[in-house]
């Protein structure tokens, strides 16, 4: 199984989905880790600095 220990590189690359989660492709987990790290993603940008959302973005997924 590949795990990476970020998922972001600075404030310009983030990882979603299957590039950010490895999964199993028969079980469909795949399309689910996508749509919670749009969401997560999504209300880290919405909620505050701009500056850090990809770092906020990283915390919330890696402790998830």
Same mark, same amino acid.
């Given at each position: 199984?590949?795990?990476? %220990?970020?998922? %972001?590189?600075?404030?310009?690359? !983030?990882?979603?989905?299957?590039?950010?989660? #490895?999964?199993?492709? &028969?079980?469909?987990? !795949?399309?689910? &880790? #996508?749509?919670?790290?749009?969401?997560?993603?999504?209300?880290?940008?919405? #909620?505050?600095? /701009?500056?850090?959302?990809? #770092? /906020?973005? %990283?915390?919330? /997924?890696?402790?998830?």
């Amino acid at each position: 199984m590949v795990k990476i %220990n970020r998922l %972001n590189y600075g404030e310009k690359i !983030g990882f979603l989905g299957d590039a950010a989660h #490895a999964v199993i492709p &028969s079980t469909g987990e !795949g399309i689910n &880790s #996508a749509l919670e790290d749009v969401a997560v993603l999504t209300a880290m940008l919405l #909620a505050g600095d /701009r500056a850090t959302w990809l #770092a /906020r973005y %990283n915390a919330a /997924r890696i402790a998830a």
